[in-house]
C-alpha cells in the first residue's frame, strides 16, 4: 500500500475545510437550538409507524421499496394541507408543498432560486445564522433591517429599501422569523405584518417568511403569517417539524408559487425525505397534535418562566434587559453597549454556561451590534437548571469584569 493519498491540488475552488467538531455540551447549556429530549414523543411516534404498518403492511413496503417523490410523502404533505388550513388559515393543495430534509433544506433551495452573487438580501438585524450561512455561501450581500421588541420596523424597512434603491442595490427579497424569532423571541404583530407586506408590494420584494417555530406558543394570540394575509404569491412559505417534534426526523416544508417551487426543486439533490419519518410524523399528529401541543408548551412555558425570573434576580440591577417572549425556545439577552460578552464566550462555555454571543447573529455580519447580546436558550435545560445556569452566569460576567 502507497502512503496516504493527498487531494492537495483536487479540491474545487468551492469547498472548504470544514471542522468536524462533535457537539459539546456546557454543564448549563443554553447555546443549543431545540427543546429537552424528553418532550419527545418517541412512544407515539413509534407507535404510529407501527400503525402505519400494520394498517397495509402492502402499501408502506410498496412505498419504502420506491424513492419517495420529489415532493416526498403524499400522507404527510396531505396532512399538512390540512394543517396549515386549520392553524394558519391558508389554503394550499397537498401538491404545492414540498417537503425538505428539516427547513433548512426549505430555505437553501428558496435562496438558490432566489439569488445571484452579490444581490442584496434584507433580513432582521439580528437573524438566525444558519440562514445567514446559507445566504453567504450562495452570494448574498446581506443588509440588516431595523427591530425593536416588536420585530421588523416597516417604516424603517420602507425607508431602507427606498435608500437602496436610489443606490442601485434594490433588494432581491426579505427573509424573516416573524413568530418566536430567532435569535430574539419577538413576534411581529398583525398590524406590522399588513404594514411589511405594503412595503413588499410597493417596492416589488417578496418575503420569505420562516414559520418554524409557530407552534411553540404558550401565551398570547398566534399572530396570522404573511401568507394568510398575502395569497398574491408575494411570500413564500417554509415551516419545519424539527421544534414541534425534533430535529432527529429532518423533516420541513415549504409553500411557494408553482413556478418558485418548480425552480427551487431545481436544486434539489436526491430524492425527497425520509418516508419512515414521514409516516410517524403524519401518523402521529394526526391524532396528537393537540394534545402534544398542550403537554409540551406548559412546559416550555415553565422553563421560560424559571429562566426570566432568575435573570431578574441576578441581573436585576445590572443595567442588562432581557427579552420575554411568549412562545419559541429563547430569551435574547442584551447586556450594557460597553460590556463584551462575544469575547468571553469560550471561557464561560467552559467554567459551565453555554450562551450563543449576539455578533454570530448579526445579519451583516459587522461584528458591530452584537458583542453585549447572546442568545439563551430556556428550552433545554430543566428549569433547576435554567434558574441555576443564569445565577452562576451572572457570576460568570462579574469574574470577568462584565457586570
Ligand atoms: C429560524 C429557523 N429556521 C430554520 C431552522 C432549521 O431547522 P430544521 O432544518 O431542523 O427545520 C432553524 C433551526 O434552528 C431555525 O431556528
Known amino acids: 500500500m502507497a502512503g496516504s493519498f493527498s487531494y492537495d491540488t483536487l479540491f474545487s475552488e468551492n469547498s472548504s475545510d470544514t471542522p468536524l467538531s462533535a457537539v459539546k455540551h456546557a454543564k448549563y447549556d443554553f447555546a443549543v437550538a431545540y427543546p429537552a429530549p424528553e418532550t419527545l414523543p418517541m412512544d407515539g411516534l413509534i407507535q404510529a409507524l407501527r400503525t402505519a404498518v400494520d394498517s397495509d403492511s402492502g402499501k408502506t413496503a410498496r412505498e ?19 394543517k396549515l388550513a386549520s392553524d394558519r388559515g391558508f389554503t394550499v393543495g397537498a401538491d404545492e408543498i414540498v417537503l425538505t430534509n428539516g427547513s433548512g433544506e426549505a430555505n437553501g433551495l428558496v435562496i438558490q432560486a432566489l439569488t445571484n452573487p452579490g444581490d442584496v438580501v434584507l433580513a432582521e438585524d439580528f437573524v438566525y445564522m444558519g440562514t445567514t450561512n446559507q445566504l453567504r455561501r450562495f452570494g448574498a450581500d446581506i443588509r440588516g433591517v431595523a427591530i425593536d421588541d416588536g420585530g421588523i420596523i416597516p417604516e424603517e424597512l420602507d425607508e431602507q429599501i427606498a435608500t437602496l434603491t436610489a443606490q442601485g442595490e434594490k433588494p432581491k427579497y426579505l427573509y424573516t422569523i416573524p413568530e418566536h424569532q430567532n435569535p430574539t423571541g419577538s413576534t411581529l404583530s398583525a398590524e406590522r405584518r399588513k404594514a411589511i407586506l405594503d412595503v413588499a408590494h410597493r417596492h416589488g420584494m417578496p418575503i420569505l417568511e ?3 417555530y409557530v407552534d411553540l406558543r404558550f401565551e398570547g394570540e398566534t399572530q396570522p403569517a404573511f401568507r394568510t394575509l398575502d395569497d398574491s404569491g408575494i411570500v413564500v412559505y417554509v415551516a419545519s417539524f424539527s421544534k414541534l417534534l425534533a430535529p432527529g426526523l429532518r423533516l420541513g416544508y415549504f409553500t411557494a408559487t ?7 426543486l431545481g ?12 409516516l410517524a410524523v403524519e401518523g402521529f399528529l394526526r391524532n396528537n397534535l393537540d394534545s402534544h401541543r398542550d403537554s409540551f408548551n406548559p412546559v416550555l412555558r415553565s422553563k421560560r418562566d424559571a429562566m426570566v425570573a432568575s435573570l431578574a434576580e441576578n441581573f436585576g440591577d445590572t443595567g442588562a434587559t432581557w427579552s420575554i417572549p411568549q412562545g419559541g425556545c429563547y430569551v435574547w439577552l442584551t447586556m450594557p453597549e460597553t460590556a463584551d460578552i462575544a469575547a468571553i464566550r469560550d471561557e464561560v462555555f467552559e467554567q459551565g454556561v453555554g450562551y450563543v454571543a449576539g455578533t454570530n447573529f448579526e445579519a451583516d455580519a ?12 430556556f428550552a433545554f435545560e430543566s428549569v433547576q437548571k435554567n434558574t441555576e445556569g443564569i445565577a452562576l452566569l451572572a457570576q460568570l460576567f462579574k469574574q470577568h469584569g462584565q457586570m
Open 366 to 377: 459587522s461584528g458591530r451590534i452584537g458583542k453585549n447580546c447572546a442568545r439563551l436558550c
Open 210 to 212: 420562516d414559520d418554524c
Open 258 to 264: 408553482p413556478e418558485v417551487m418548480r425552480r427551487a
Open 267 to 278: 436544486f434539489k439533490i436526491g430524492s425527497g425525505p425520509n418516508q419512515f419519518a414521514a
Open 64 to 82: 419504502m421499496a420506491y424513492y419517495p417523490h420529489q415532493l416526498g410523502s403524499q400522507e404527510l404533505r396531505e396532512y399538512t394541507s390540512a
